[in-house]
């Protein structure tokens, strides 16, 4: 919580300065507010930015007498940390949130609505996909400074081997069938045609990298109005877009398990299905030589995903307006957003931020931020969302695997519709 009546320094220097005249002198100690701020631990660049950030906000906010404490957390121990803090009533003042909790946490009450504070101009100034993943049943919660962006990678000496021309604009994206054709055209240049990082251990990334194939076809992980999971998870749309993504494995295009975890940059794959994080590896892997191309669309439409971590403010805050002013700093173009992306290599969330990027401009990155503005959706703001992305990836790890689609997917439905169904009210 905001703390009121902390020392900045001992009781007997305070005496001595409050002789000192002219109007350059500090708060008195009892007019100090400390705004506690929870982060996750990220990698060192990205904490030692945000500790830049937040010793620029104190020296700036120095005379108003209000100062930032900030915490850092390991990521697997976050949502727990939170949730002790929530049941005792010990939440900070402002929250770092990774986007699929928006939905549960503003469902249980643990953030305040920041809609008053966001209007006008502000609020356009951010990309879509930011704002939508902060809302939840269309009250905004959290703002966040960066985005992140998924693509298809390819191997320019591979696909060009194979006489393809991969598109660059969303407006081109490749239909399913397409992109299985270079597929099968790239088989006899490269070991693996395709990598889809299925080593990977986290639920969240099969959600986030694999969700879009549904969304493209017409389909919907779940019905949030309705909370219905059953028959929406298991559509014949998703059932359709699942079924033609097992193909993958099936033909020989894609590793349903993966011994290399990054067999791009190693020259082994000829497209790469993965996100903006792995380009500083692309870029540093020796004789690769690399472009980006959007999504291929299941349906209709192009889709793409989105969601990073963001900042909201907590219901144990009992000063909202200064708790505001902390995370209008963190998203502020020049002094949040800039030094954050510098250090994470993220897509900035605000349009006015992208003057600090020209390399946005241009390709590869021009890819990531098209996206965004045009196609991206957000994994779903629903208090149940950890079940469903949790019963999603085990139902698609399955499938990988051979298993049967539609059992698959069925099972999941059943199995998280049976807890939206114990969160309802009865009676």
């Known amino acids: 919580m905001i703390r009121r009546g902390e020392t900045v ?28 701020v929870w982060g996750h631990q990220g ?128 407006a081109d994206a490749w239909t399913w069938d397409r992109f299985l054709d270079a597929l099968q055209r790239v088989k006899a240049h490269v070991k693996i045609p395709l990598s889809l990082h299925m080593d990977e251990q986290s639920d969240e990334w099969l959600t986030y990298a694999f969700a879009p194939l549904i969304w493209s076809n017409g389909g919907k992980l779940i019905d949030v109005e309705a909370n219905r999971v059953t028959g929406v998870l298991d559509s014949p749309q998703a059932i359709a877009a699942i079924t033609r993504w097992q193909g993958l494995f099936r033909g020989g295009l894609a590793e349903a398990t993966a011994a290399n975890p990054n067999p791009f ?41 989105a969601g990073s971590w963001c900042w909201g403010i907590s219901r144990d805050c009992d000063d909202a307006a200064a708790a505001w002013k902390v995370v209008e700093w963190f998203v502020d173009p020049e002094r949040g957003i800039k030094p954050i992306v510098e250090a994470n290599g993220a897509v900035p969330a605000r349009r006015s931020a992208f003057r600090f990027f020209p390399a946005y401009e241009t390709m590869p990155r021009r890819l990531f931020r098209e996206q965004l503005e045009t196609v991206a959706r957000s994994r779903p703001r629903t208090a149940v969302y950890l079940s469903l992305t949790g019963e999603f990836a085990r139902a698609l790890r399955d499938v990988a695997l051979g298993g049967d689609v539609q059992e698959a997917l069925t099972r999941a439905a059943q199995t998280v519709q049976r807890v939206v169904d114990r969160q309802q009210p009865h009676g």
């Not at 620029?56 to 915490?71: C, P, S, Y």
């Not at 994080?277 to 020796?286: D, N, R, T, V």
Request: with cysteine; charged share 25%.
């Open 265 to 305: 940059a190693a020259g082994l794959a000829a497209f790469d299905w993965t996100g903006h994080w792995m380009l500083p590896s692309f870029e540093a892997a020796e004789g690769l030589r690399f472009g980006v191309m959007p999504l291929p669309r299941m349906g209709e439409r192009a889709v793409c995903p």
């Open 43 to 170: 990698r060192e660049r990205e904490n030692d930015a945000m500790r830049r950030i937040v010793a620029t906000f104190n020296q700036a906010h120095e005379k108003e007498g209000l100062r930032v404490e900030i915490d850092f957390f390991p990521d697997r121990q976050y949502a727990d940390k939170v949730s002790i803090a929530s049941a005792s009533g010990q939440l900070p003042d402002v929250l770092d949130i990774d986007g699929p909790f928006v939905g549960p946490w503003a469902a249980e009450g643990l953030l305040r609505c920041i809609d008053a504070f966001v209007e006008g101009a502000l609020r356009a100034d951010f990309l879509p996909s930011i704002l939508d993943q902060g809302t939840f049943k269309g009250k905004l919660y959290a703002l966040g400074a960066f985005d992140s962006a998924l693509v298809v990678y390819y191997n320019r000496d591979a696909i060009e081997q194979a006489g393809l021309q991969p598109p660059q604009r969303v």
């Open 9 to 36: 320094c001992a009781t007997v220097l305070a005496l001595l300065a409050a002789g000192l005249a002219g109007c350059d002198r500090g708060p008195q100690d009892d007019e100090v507010r400390v705004v506690t």
